[in-house]
């Protein structure tokens, strides 16, 4: 758990022991930020803060549906960032935010078991970092809810990003590589296809919930909300077209697949029909009649034989010419 005092005058890190002396200050903004597995900061969501016991339950579920409440003196907010697990698979990064005129406080948790704690914390982090370094000196709730947001935004748009490379580079070895070899490129094709979509739902409900928190924004905050609102709907546009990009590039590669299967099974009935034509042949001369005009014929071996090969080579030239060879 970090807890920190921002005034006028810089940051102070506060104990948890503190933190019920100067909740109720009106100097300056106080921000705590607990995971939701501390027991200890938890606790103080109820003892010190007051928060209804609905919204710390919340706390503790996972879910990815963004969540706006109203209470009397605090607002709750639930919203989902995107990292990249240890699995590199693309994991929600569940963030509960209780914000008063002067306090916030901001839960995180519970995460997927490959999301390594860096990866979990990263925008976070971030916005910590430049509020400690002086780089960034909010003077309320709002604005550091804000700024998060808008460090989650930056992160999904580098994701996008990355996601739009891998799509290219996968394009170029569906065009190259052998389709009935190229599993490898199915599995990739499918795992980018995950992360934009994981990306998609997670920009999306954001973009709804930024629009619902900017009808009612209040203190200059409105137009703050209205350009994140405007930022994740972009990134969900951008995501939708990437998705569309990368089914071409997987109907692509079921043509050539499909295509490839279509060569085969040409080749196949091609030296199908020269085996069958020789076997036709043979069968005749192998019945079992008594009286047969050839059967004392003493070329008719070399001339059975003959006949196979020249019917095989006429065959193989007409099948070639015609590409099924």
Known sequence: MEVRRITAGGVRTVTADDVAGVANSADGLLWVDLDHSESDGMALLSDVFKFEPETIDECHVRTPVPKLRRFPGYTFTAINGVARGDDGVLHFQPLKVFSTPTQIVTVLGPTHQALSTDAAHRELSHIAEQVDSGVYQPTSAKAVGVAIRKAMLVSQQDLVAGAASQIVQIERGVMECDPVKGEGLLTDLFAVRHDLQTIRTSAAQTRELLALAADSAVDGFSRDLEEL?????????????????????????????????????????????????????????????????????????PMALGVILIVGVVLYVLFRRHGWL
Not at 266 to 293: C, D, E, S
């Open 229 to 301: 609102r405007h930022g994740f709907e972009h990134l969900t546009n951008t995501a939708d077209l990437e998705r569309e990009y990368l089914q071409e590039v997987l109907d692509l590669f079921q043509t050539r697949a499909s295509t490839e299967l279509n060569r085969f099974i040409r080749k196949i009935t091609a030296w199908g029909a020269i085996g069958v034509a020789g076997t036709l042949i043979a069968g005749i001369y192998g019945m079992n009649f008594v009286h047969m005009p050839e059967l004392e014929w003493q070329l008719g071996y």
